[in-house]
């Protein structure tokens, strides 16, 4: 039985809560939030669960296995450091850290004390992302050529970052674990219409080896809530939209195919048009998996694929959106 300490019960500590109450080889021991209306509703709906606005009473407990750190980015560092510090695993929110230098510290700090770090990439455990990597995996798309997302909604805008780090985060994650090719550089255009100091809307290009690419769309300003992704491939192509109840993915046995003849001076292209069909999804909640997947983790001594070192490549991915969009989408390496 591992015993979990929450630090933060805001917008999704209540779900990490609830999900971890679920578990049988989990026991949420504490929560922490300075919000006195925050504690009273954990006591409200769980009165076995200690509560405090106090973090060091929480890394200082023997009884404590855990820490989830599901605050504001600005403070994941720190409040990470110090528990790893005290002998604890820990799981963050996503975005991992402010910056690289952060990420490589909190990486260094955990292989010395030989403790476990998972960055909350909640969508990577769900039945859509798994079933993509099972086709990708089958090569079922053949050569893929793009990824082009769009993750939109009228807000929910944050108040410590703009919408890049926001959500962009989603789709870098899903993409490191997906691609198996090797990013090489990123592109990003944004606005900040608000004059908030927080680019509220963006379009990013990831440019990866063998001419693959893959477009996001984030948006905080949308009239209405979209998250679509289209993976194509040259023998099919993949379409999956996270809000339908029914039929996530569909996977179209759509292309092009192109023929040389006389030589290489005339090509023709050919337009492939065939059947449709969506596969069946397991309908699990995608952050009960994932913890349950951290807690057998940390028993048996196995590395997350959402470890340290993947936050690590989403955070590096993310500083290179920044700076292209300091220098008005100047391509930045990877």
């Not at 476990?116 to 992302?129: N, P, Q």
């Not at 606005?191 to 063998?210: L, P, S, T």
């Not at 009960?288 to 983790?297: A, H, I, M, Q």
């Not at 340290?308 to 959106?321: D, N, P, S, W």
């Amino acid at each position: 039985m591992l015993n979990f300490g929450i630090v933060g019960y805001g917008y999704w500590g209540p779900n990490i809560v609830r999900n971890l109450s679920t578990i049988g080889k989990a026991r949420v021991h504490s929560v922490c939030d300075i919000n006195t209306e925050a504690c009273h509703k954990v006591k409200m709906m769980y009165p076995h669960v200690n509560v405090t606005d106090d973090f060091k009473s929480l890394i200082k407990s023997p009884d404590i296995d855990v820490i989830s750190v599901i605050t504001p980015v600005s403070t994941h560092y720190e409040l990470a450091k110090k528990a790893l510090e005290a002998g604890k695993h820990v799981f963050v929110e996503k975005p991992f850290t402010e910056s690289v230098e952060q990420a490589e510290r909190l990486i260094a700090l955990a292989n010395k004390k030989k403790l476990k770090i998972m960055v909350d990439h909640t969508f990577l455990f769900t039945g859509a992302v798994r079933k993509i990597k099972e086709l990708l995996d089958q090569n079922a798309l053949g050569n893929l050529y793009y990824y082009d997302s769009s993750h939109v909604s009228l807000g929910l805008f944050q108040h410590d970052v703009n919408v890049i780090w926001d959500l962009a985060p989603h789709d870098f994650s899903i993409i490191d674990y997906l691609i198996k090719n090797k990013p090489l550089a990123v592109t990003a255009h944004g606005v900040d219409h608000m004059k908030r100091g927080q680019e509220n809307v963006a379009y990013i290009i990831v440019y990866f080896e063998n001419n693959f690419m893959a477009h996001i769309n984030i948006n905080w300003l949308s009239p209405v809530k979209i998250r679509t992704t289209c993976i194509s491939g040259e023998k099919k192509m993949l379409v999956w939209d996270d809000l339908q109840a029914d039929e996530k993915i569909k996977i179209y046995d759509r292309g092009v195919e192109t023929k040389s003849k006389e030589g290489i001076y005339r090509l023709l292209v050919d337009y492939r048009a065939g059947d449709m069909h969506s596969p069946h999804l397991e309908p699990k909640e995608a952050l009960r998996s994932e913890l349950e997947y951290f807690v057998d983790c940390i028993m048996n001594n196995q590395t997350p694929i959402n470890d340290g070192e993947a936050g690590l490549r989403i955070v590096k991915m993310l500083q290179a959106t920044d700076e292209s969009l300091r220098k008005e989408g100047k391509k930045i390496k990877l």
